[in-house]
């Protein structure tokens, strides 16, 4: 069984903020297959389906960004999974808008979502997707421009990386992360 983590902040304040990209990710999947986050447990949204003929569940926290790990975690727990069975996926500025990189562990990055995975894992050894919002042309603080919407003019860029990342996941389904990653980071 695998799992795929979205990382966002829930309600509609944050629909289609840039620090939602994981929940983007996740509803893509949901859309593409005709799915629904049907079950309401752990802090979080999730259902769990078969991709692949392989178990997935697919997750987003409800805990706000910076206590993803408060609803990993406990889920992990129950239905016994490790951190090589999961693939978070979260929004990264250090990557221009538009790119996606998959990594199999590394540090937080100033990122808090992700940081709370690490500190509720014990480990930084667990797959992820690294979504592309670049960072602001303006000097504007770093938390405004994050929980800011993507503009129009980044529609066609945003829509094809979501589906890129998308991709990945379904090829994860089937392959080694690994294998995944030298395919999807070209």
């Known amino acids: 069984m ?15 903020t840039r620090h939602n990209a994981g ?28 991709l692949e003929n392989e178990k997935v569940i697919l997750l987003e926290p409800q805990t706000y960004m910076n206590l993803s790990g408060e609803c990993l975690r406990p889920l992990m727990d129950f239905y016994q999974l490790t951190p090589e069975d999961i693939a978070v996926i979260y929004d990264d500025l250090d990557l221009p808008l538009g790119k ?9 990055g100033g990122h808090n979502g992700v940081r709370s995975i690490i500190d509720h894992l014990g480990t930084k050894g667990f797959n992820r997707i690294r979504f592309g919002i670049g960072r602001p042309v303006q000097p504007i ?4 421009y994050v929980l800011g919407k993507f503009l129009p003019d980044d529609k066609a860029v945003l829509d094809e990386s979501i589906e890129h990342a998308a991709n990945a996941l379904e090829a994860w389904m089937k392959e080694p992360f690994q294998k995944v990653m030298n395919e999807y980071n070209k």
Request: proline share 4%; with cysteine.
């Open 100 to 108: 996606v990189r998959l990594r199999q562990t590394g540090g937080h």
């Open 141 to 144: 603080p770093v938390i405004d």
């Open 23 to 50: 929940f983007m990710v996740v509803d893509y999947l949901l859309n593409r297959h005709n799915w629904k986050l049907d079950k309401n447990k752990f802090n979080g949204l999730y259902t769990m389906e078969t």
């Open 2 to 16: 695998k799992c795929i983590v979205g990382l966002g902040n829930p309600g509609k304040k944050y629909e289609e």
